[in-house]
């Protein structure tokens, strides 16, 4: 079952968390159903582990032909991969990164995407979904080259993508976050290997400051709201990751890779 973020009046904001635990083979991901009176939008859809109690949740409040848009805040397979079966089960467009736009095809059969991918431009912009607005926001390099997180003005939440993840299981995803320094254990080895410096935190960090988050919400782990909001801003702003912490020794070739010779016939010898 969903959990519901935000429900008043006609607005609904439903987390799936635990759509990809079969096997545990898959990392923990969350998938995002918007309701806005008899249309919506799904955000980050997942992979085909997903899709089946998705597509469900989401006939529970309008019909295929209803959905609005898919958002995909970048293009890996746990954001995406299960892309072909959306373009068959609905007509709705999907909204990505201009980065992306050529490459998500690959996900689907020949034409399924032909005239339905928005490439959204890199400065972000407002996206209509019947008579409400989301907010595609830049989150470029957080971690994607073509990266956004959607900011929902009706229910103040952020869904930050892979910024703010925490390693967590589905069941543990469902609980949010109201103070940081016990989360921050289980955010910080990810967010200092896939975030990409701490000048593009700072960058984001000025840009959400001007927003009124009620709630951060990332595709992996648990929500963040109350004052978790401003003590994770506060916590990225100053944290040292992905080529910050690169040297030398992070691009050194493979003990005894020097040692790899080819003889005449191009077969590979030591010596």
């Not at 209803?66 to 959306?86: E, K």
């Not at 390693?167 to 200092?192: D, K």
């Amino acid at each position: 079952m969903p959990i519901e973020l935000y429900a008043r009046g006609d607005h609904r904001c439903l987390m799936f968390t635990d759509l990809m635990d079969e096997g545990g083979e898959a990392v923990q991901a969350n998938q995002f159903l918007i309701v806005h009176g008899d249309t919506g939008a799904i955000l980050d859809p997942g992979g085909n582990l997903a899709y089946n109690e998705l597509y469900v949740g989401m006939t529970r409040y309008f019909p295929p032909h209803r959905l609005g848009a898919i958002l995909a805040s970048h293009a890996d397979p746990d954001i995406i991969a299960s892309l072909d079966r959306w373009m068959t089960a609905t007509s709705a467009p999907l909204y990505i990164s201009r980065v992306w736009e050529r490459f998500v095809p690959h996900f689907c059969k020949p034409g399924k995407t032909e005239g339905r991918i928005v490439g959204i431009p890199d400065s972000g912009q407002i996206i209509q979904v019947g008579d409400w607005q989301i907010v595609a926001l830049p989150a470029h390099f957080l971690h994607a080259e073509g990266n956004f997180q959607f900011y929902d003005p009706v229910s103040r939440i952020l869904f930050s993508g892979d910024l703010g993840a925490s390693a967590a299981s589905g069941r543990q995803a469902q609980q949010s976050v109201r103070s940081l320094a016990e989360h921050v254990p289980r955010m910080e080895a990810f967010h200092r290997r896939y975030m990409v410096s701490n000048k593009v935190l700072r960058h984001w960090a000025r840009m959400v400051r001007e927003l009124d988050i009620e709630m951060i919400v990332p595709q992996h782990g648990a929500p963040m709201e109350g004052p978790a909001v401003q003590e994770f801003i506060d916590w990225v702003e100053g944290l040292s990751c992905g080529i910050d912490l690169m040297s030398d020794a992070n691009y050194a070739v493979p003990a005894g890779a020097t040692r790899l010779r080819r003889n005449h016939t191009g077969a590979a010898l030591l010596g």
